[in-house]
């Protein structure tokens, strides 16, 4: 396999790892606090 192509498939495999890592902080962030702020709902982050 030629190295160029494989560090593009690991830096593609990276980039999808953050880009999942990124969702569900995201995801967690939205529904902690929405179980104690009702207030949270009306200004929900944009994902």
Do not use: A, C, G, W
Not at 15 to 32: A, C, G, H, N, Y
């Amino acid at each position: 396999m030629n190295p160029i192509l494989k560090s593009d498939i690991f830096l593609f495999i990276e980039q999808l790892f953050f880009d999942v890592i990124v969702k569900l902080k995201k995801v967690k962030s939205f529904t902690l606090p929405l179980s104690k702020s009702p207030y949270l709902i009306l200004n929900k982050p944009r994902i």
